[in-house]
């Protein structure tokens, strides 16, 4: 008996396996006369209204317009998508999408995370490429998302994708919210922390880092393939994922590959009503 079989874990959902289930599940995309594969590619928006950090978050007004409104539009602008639409499961939130023209699917109010509620989502959509757009960023640039899906859809490897930007300041770095990554030499993301990562054993807490730079912040959008999504849900949680409580972990620690675009292109990411604030002072 295998390591998956006595554990009661689903042997199809371990790495070594995984491309047998792309294979049995994934009709082949169909190509032009020239051979150039088309790859369909949705825009998935979680809302939920019962924000820990933020009640209310998606509808809080930002220049006028909910907060929705403004990730809606800026995803929207995103190139290569089939169709943007807002996973919730809160009446107000899908009316307000509605109301200004917006799509949106209507999912189950137990979720215990997004991405639950992503993968239910998912379930009914016919995309090869699911992409996640988080409602905490209500301006970002469109070209940020057309690269983390241009990285994954050229990686043999990976299963999903996401996006680092560099810090700068100490303040930024050592703030457990803002959440750090680091990545092997081809852009494979190693681990994921609250921690600043790396330690600089020779600079102290004073570090200046490499460069100017001290690390790398983890913007937290998401492109899957879908069929990884589906089986990332049926994963069992991980010791590092529980400890951090970062969800990406789990498939770290379950051995798959994500892969890591950087930009420069400065994001606002909004968890707290500070945060809203803050917005309102750099939104252009």
Known sequence: ?????????????????????????????????????????????????????????????????????????????????????????????????????????????????????????????????????????????????EDAVTALSGSSVAVMSTVKTPIHELAEWHNPNVVKVVTDR???????????????RDQGSEAEGQHGVLGYRHIGLYVYRRDFLLTFTRLPSTPLEEAEKLEQLRALEWGYKITVSETDRPTVEVDTPEDLRRAEETMP
């Open 186 to 200: 081809d852009g494979y993301a190693l681990y994921f922390s609250r921690s600043p990562i790396p330690f600089f």
């Open 1 to 145: 008996m295998s390591g998956d079989e006595r554990s009661g874990l689903d042997p199809s959902l371990t790495p070594r396996r995984f491309s047998r289930i792309v294979k049995s599940r994934s009709p082949k995309p169909p190509s032009d006369r020239k051979g150039r594969l088309y790859v369909k590619v949705v825009a998935l928006i979680p809302a939920r209204y019962g924000s820990t950090r933020f009640p209310g978050k998606p509808l809080a007004l930002l220049r006028g317009k909910p907060m929705i409104q403004h990730v809606y539009e800026c995803t929207r602008l995103v190139r290569g998508l089939t169709q943007v639409m807002v996973a919730t499961d809160d009446e107000r939130i899908a009316q307000t999408v509605r109301g200004f023209g917006g799509d949106v699917i209507m999912t189950r109010s137990d979720h215990p995370t997004g991405t639950d509620r992503l993968a239910e989502a998912a379930q009914r959509l016919d995309a090869e490429v699911i992409v996640n757009v988080q409602g905490d960023l209500p301006f970002f640039p469109p070209a940020m998302v």
